[in-house]
């Protein structure tokens, strides 16, 4: 039976691998790196490092072209199921074509592969036998709290997980809110939250700002755009939180303050993270 491993390798420090991800990675025979191009280099880059400290020799590296996904397409959900049934297919034909029966296959996914991500639904549009296991990582949400040293969650109050698209849509009724991806900056609309943002977490390009969002919003509008343009793509995940009448947002100063280490980029490490500058 051949075997494949989908592995969370975190959200973009080498040092959110697991030690059940090196483990898996040691492990594989082959892995497969879906390419995003020159433009998003540095995932793929990431992914080679990775193999490269911690695969057993002798392995192979498949690489294959990600499908180009319609962003001009109105129907936006219909234009993500294409192009991850497209992106199936790559899957099928590493698992036929370069599998042997016995051998382990890879798939080094960014964060944590049941956050957010398409790589487990794509697998189950592959019509091949194959046996899989998941190794999880570290998400963006778990960078994100962490970098911003808040919790998720408040005691006895729900999360609202949701897409900057939808959050732009439909607005929320949540006190807790966290976003993933927003290229309008839908939180402009969220009076009265506080917002804790991040970008490129893990990396070192990673934006951290915190505070009030009718005070901060222009300043993540404005980084963001910067970072995107010098880089030509950006991540993003953000958590909007509705101060209780008896509850401070803790950044580490008083309320409505920001803390400029964060909003400058520093990674709280003495080491600046270059404040300027998927799926």
């Given at each position: 039976m051949k075997r494949l491993l989908i592995i969370g390798i975190g959200a973009g420090d080498p040092d959110h691998l697991t030690f059940q991800a090196a483990k898996a990675i040691a492990a594989a025979d082959v892995f497969l790196i879906v390419d995003k191009g020159e433009t998003k280099h540095d995932l793929a880059r990431l992914r080679h490092d990775l193999i490269e400290a911690h695969g057993r020799s002798p392995y192979r590296i498949v690489e294959a072209r990600d499908p180009?996904?319609?962003?001009?397409?109105?129907?936006?959900?219909?234009?993500v199921e294409d192009w991850r049934s497209r992106r199936a297919r790559i899957y099928e034909s590493f698992i036929t074509d370069e599998l042997a029966d016995g051998q382990?296959?890879?798939?080094?996914?960014?964060?944590?592969?049941?956050?957010?991500?398409?790589?487990?639904?794509g697998l189950e549009e592959v019509d091949a036998e194959f046996d899989h296991e998941v190794i999880p990582g570290i998400s963006s949400v778990s960078a994100l709290t962490a970098r911003h040293r808040v919790g998720l969650t408040r005691v006895g109050r729900p999360v609202h997980i949701t897409t900057g698209r939808r959050l732009a849509a439909e607005g929320t009724t949540a006190d807790d809110v966290l976003v993933m991806l927003d290229a309008a900056c839908s939180f402009t609309e969220a009076a009265g939250f506080h917002i804790y943002w991040g970008a490129y977490l893990g990396t070192p390009d990673e934006i951290l700002i915190s505070g009030p969002v009718e005070e901060?919003?222009?300043?993540?509008?404005?980084?963001?755009?910067?970072?995107?343009?010098?880089?030509?793509?950006?991540?993003?995940?953000?958590?909007?939180?509705?101060?209780?009448s008896s509850t401070t947002p803790r950044t580490g100063q008083p309320h409505g303050e920001r803390t400029s280490a964060l909003a400058q980029g520093s990674d709280g490490r003495g080491r600046r993270s270059g404040g300027s500058e998927v799926l």
């Open positions: 180009e996904r319609d962003r001009t397409a109105p129907a936006y959900t219909a234009a382990t296959g890879a798939l080094l996914v960014w964060g944590d592969p049941g956050v957010y991500d398409s790589t487990l639904a901060v919003a222009d300043q993540i509008r404005t980084a963001r755009a910067e970072a995107r343009t010098r880089k030509g793509w950006i991540m993003d995940t953000y958590l909007l939180r509705r101060p209780l």
